[in-house]
Structures are given as C-alpha cells and as structure tokens.
C-alpha cells in the first residue's frame, strides 16, 4: 500500500524499458534531416544563379583555392574510411587499436577544418556574387566538421574510461554525425565544383524522370 500511494502521489517509477540511445539516434537524425533541407535550398541556389549568369557566378578557379576543395574531399574520404576500419575494432572491444585509429580520423578531421575555415574565410570576404553562393554553404560545412572534431575529442576521453558504458552508448550516434559530414561535403563538392550546369541539369534530368 505504501509503495503504491508513493506512485499514486506525484512520483512516478522509473521506466528501465525506455530507449535512450535509440531516442538520441532519432533526434540527431531528425536534426540533420532538417539540416539537409536548409542546405539543399543553398546549394539550388547556387546552381540556379550559375546557370542564370555564369560570367558573375562562376566556380572559384584561381590558383591553390581551384585545388582545396578537392584536397578536402580527399582527406574526408580518407577520415570516413578510418572510422570504417574503427567501428568493428569497437565491435570487439579492441579498444587500444580503437584509439588508434579514432586518433588517426582525428587528425584528418582536423587537417579537413584547416582546409574548410581558409575556404570560408576566403568566399565570405571575396565579391558579392561569390559569396552569395559558396558561403552559406561553407559556413555550414566548416561548422559540421567542427562539430566532428568535438565529438571525436569525446569520443577519445571516452574511451579511456575504466567503464566502457559511456563510449558504448555514444560512439553510435556520434557515427551518424561523422558520416552525414562527410557526404554531405563530397555532394557538395560534386554539385557547386566539379558538375556544370548542363552536367547537373542532364543528371537531373536523367534520373527524376
């Protein structure tokens, strides 16, 4: 009777069947699905006003700044490969070779911010035209790969714990985080510089009809 007028005043029993991890999953997710539609209207843009007067909205193509994108992307391919190689190392609790790996990753994230804060820095103060179209969209990679770094900096610190509980549940979702970052920069990469317009608009063309 006690334990029951307990319950029946105010104080209700702890739920041990809720699912935290698979709740946390679903609102990182439903975060950068709403990320995703911010960034898609930046880059529509950016394709429309290419095509409607390329001679002012042009891709950057002078000297080093024609290559970084390209460096980048290829430094995200080799970060998500190294978080491939470090999720079955988690799996079996190999944690030494984990930390290894995660610290390897670690560094191409960073060389990555490097390369992405010198991107934005240079279209948020180069003309008008550019800026209105490369910035946006590099402010939002700089400050997802920054994200990145943090989460793989407490990921680290985790893992050094005594207790692999709090790496346990955080190094799954930290996962949709680093992944959306890096295909969301090569998709990028893809549609402002390397596809033309006509490129894009026949890809379009080709695979929404």
Known sequence: MAMHGAHAGGHPAHDE????????????????????????????????????????FDRVTA?????????DTLFLIIAGVLLLIAAPLFVKNRWKAFNGVLAL??????VVLVIQ???MIWFTWAS?????????????????????VILLAVA??????????????FFPIAMNVWLYTIISAIVILLVEDVMS?????????????
């Open 17 to 56: 069947h809720i699912d935290h991890q698979g709740n946390a999953n679903l609102a990182v997710w439903l975060g950068l699905i709403a990320l995703t539609f911010t960034t898609a209207a930046f880059v529509a843009a950016n394709v429309y006003l290419r095509g409607w007067n390329p001679s002012k």
């Open 63 to 71: 000297g080093l700044l024609k290559e970084l994108p390209y460096w």
């Open 105 to 110: 990753a670690t560094i191409a994230f960073m």
């Open 117 to 119: 804060f010198r991107l």
């Open 128 to 148: 008008p035209q550019v800026a209105t179209l490369y910035a946006p969209t590099a402010v939002i990679e700089f400050l997802l790969t920054l994200l990145s």
């Open 156 to 169: 680290g610190w985790y893992a050094n714990f005594g207790s692999k509980k709090k790496i346990n549940g």
């Open 197 to 209: 317009i006509g490129e894009f608009a026949a890809w379009c063309g080709q695979h929404l009809t």
